[in-house]
């Protein structure tokens, strides 16, 4: 995928901005606060409708103002282009447009315009609990698979309607009947998951490698909360376990307790891995999400990097760059050019409170 024209009206600190990009290396270039990252959060909401900063959509609309708007125009690998209308509001629904035609399902638009954000608030993947690792599986199986993400929501709708039943003494009966929703979409969750992550751990173990010449090894293991291999065997689960949900008012098992772990040199990358080891760790987890964001979706994934290459050292700088796909877009920030870089070879915006000025 390319980006070629981004429009923005009353998003964060952009007042109003309309870029055009010939390059496939793009350089935002300002001090701090000045509205780069705001731009690179703009661009990720192409792909998913989402904030790679924050849930939700409080505080992208630009104080003062009621309605953000965002244009974006995209060409993809077989030169076809489309044009892309996002509208939110500070209250009430999101609108979304492809080339004048409304869309009513995120499952309909999903993985047709991907990105991967690279983010020094990825550390949170390593240092933060399950729930932050699961949301960022979730989005990325979603963006991959339609199958996936139908499965989810079912999974989510049904486990919400079981544990109001279980808080407000539901009958047996009102139990088994959200449970023959809940099971197989369950089921199918764990068994994607599963799928998934051999392919991950795989691109993740040459992309760790790659960044530290060699020398140490990272892995990847899905740590599923609930290893059942059919739906008769979750269903046997759930009925022994009912007395105790019913105690406990919730769901004690299943896809929404699941985790991932992180090691290096066969140990726990939280607990023993140095800072510096922790950015290549993250680095490498994202490059190995743009490999199967791309097999997946047979399109190639935009690349937003957010001020991440200056904080490397100069071995894991070195080799980040050469790892860098060469057919993808790169849109990167920073307050200076990344040490040793041509700038020739970048495309430049200046920025400045919330402006943005094309570098001659």
């Known amino acids: 995928m390319k980006l070629l024209s981004i429009n923005l009206e009353h998003f964060r600190n952009i007042e109003a901005a309309s870029l055009n990009f010939s390059s496939r290396r793009v350089f935002f270039i300002g001090s701090n606060g000045q509205g780069k990252t705001n731009l690179l959060e703009a661009i990720g909401l192409s792909s998913n409708l989402r904030s790679f900063r924050k849930a939700g959509t409080d505080g992208l609309v630009m104080g003062g103002k009621n309605e953000s708007r965002l244009f974006f125009k995209f060409e993809d690998e077989t030169l076809e282009t489309a044009e892309i209308l996002f509208g939110f509001r500070l209250k009430g629904p999101k609108s979304l447009e492809v080339d004048g ?135 046997l689960k759930l009925l022994r376990d009912r007395l105790k949900d019913r105690q406990f008012g919730s769901t004690r098992s299943g896809p929404h307790r699941d985790d991932f772990e992180l090691n290096i040199e066969g140990r726990d990358a939280r607990t023993f891995a140095s800072e510096g080891q922790q950015k290549g760790l993250v680095l490498g987890l994202r490059l190995a999400e743009f490999d199967f964001l791309r097999e997946a979706t047979s399109r190639i994934p935009v690349v937003l990097a957010d001020d991440v290459i200056g904080e490397l050292d100069v071995e894991r700088k070195e080799n980040f760059k050469k790892l860098l796909p060469d057919e993808a877009q790169v849109f990167a920030t920073g307050t200076s050019f990344p040490e040793g870089d041509d700038r020739q070879t970048w495309e430049t915006f200046e920025v400045k409170d919330g402006t943005f000025f094309k570098a001659v």
């Open 101 to 235: 035609e409304k869309i009513k399902r995120l499952a309909d638009y999903l993985g047709c315009f991907p990105s991967v954000c690279l983010s020094s608030r990825d550390f949170r993947l390593v240092r933060d609990g399950p729930a932050e690792r699961r949301k960022w599986l979730d989005m990325l199986l979603s963006a991959s698979s339609p199958e996936y993400f139908e499965a989810l929501q079912s999974f989510h709708r049904s486990l919400k309607d079981r544990n109001s039943l279980l808080k407000h003494n539901g009958s047996d009966k009102e139990l088994d009947a959200f449970e023959r929703i809940l099971i197989p979409a369950a089921n199918k969750v764990f068994q994607l998951r599963e799928v998934a992550f051999p392919k991950l751990s795989n691109s993740l173990r040459n992309y760790y490698s790659s960044l530290t010449g060699g020398r140490e090894v990272a892995t990847l293991f899905y740590r599923p909360d609930l290893v059942v291999r059919t739906e008769d065997e979750l269903s």
